[in-house]
């Protein structure tokens, strides 16, 4: 099951073209120093979906007990995933479903050398989408922004 196909299409579609790094009409692709403080917001809310997914399945924190693979953390708010986040060299990607709040987040980690974040919000203006994408490289973190209207 592809995750990002669980979404409505107004996030889907945005969303799968970012995730694999196809050109959307109305984006652009900034270097990570255009704007430091959005790669650190976006990427730590990235990481955040990952710890959540690492409550799969705990009493008392997931709400969607005996559903291996959807985690809600609360109403509202549906994780769905792919991968082990217990391994630290493989690969896991999950969505953040808060379509009915006009939001969803999608997050790839590829185990350490990479972490890839993208939101996207729905409001009276259009569709916005905000990612980042980073990737360890010898001489630290290399990557770049995505940020634009989508829809």
Avoid: H
């Avoid at 479903?97 to 185990?111: L, N, P, S």
């Avoid at 989408?129 to 490289?137: D, H, I, K, P, R």
């Amino acid at each position: 099951m592809n995750v990002i196909s669980t979404l409505p299409r107004w996030a889907s579609s945005p969303l799968q073209k970012i995730a694999d790094k196809q050109p959307v009409p109305g984006t652009q692709q900034l270097p990570l120093q255009a704007a430091p403080e959005l790669v650190d917001q976006v990427s730590q809310m990235g990481m955040g979906v990952l710890n959540m997914v690492a409550m799969d399945e705990q009493p008392g924190e997931d709400l969607a007990m005996g559903q291996p693979g959807v985690v809600v953390p609360q109403e509202g708010i549906t994780i769905r995933y792919e991968g082990d986040v217990t391994k630290a060299q493989g690969t896991v990607e999950a969505v953040v479903d808060a379509t009915g709040e006009g939001q969803a987040m999608y997050v790839r980690r590829d185990g350490a050398k990479g972490l890839d974040t993208v939101i996207i919000a729905k409001d009276p203006q259009g569709t916005v989408a905000q990612g980042v994408f980073l990737e360890q490289s010898p001489l630290g973190m290399d990557g770049y922004i995505v940020a634009g209207q989508v829809g």
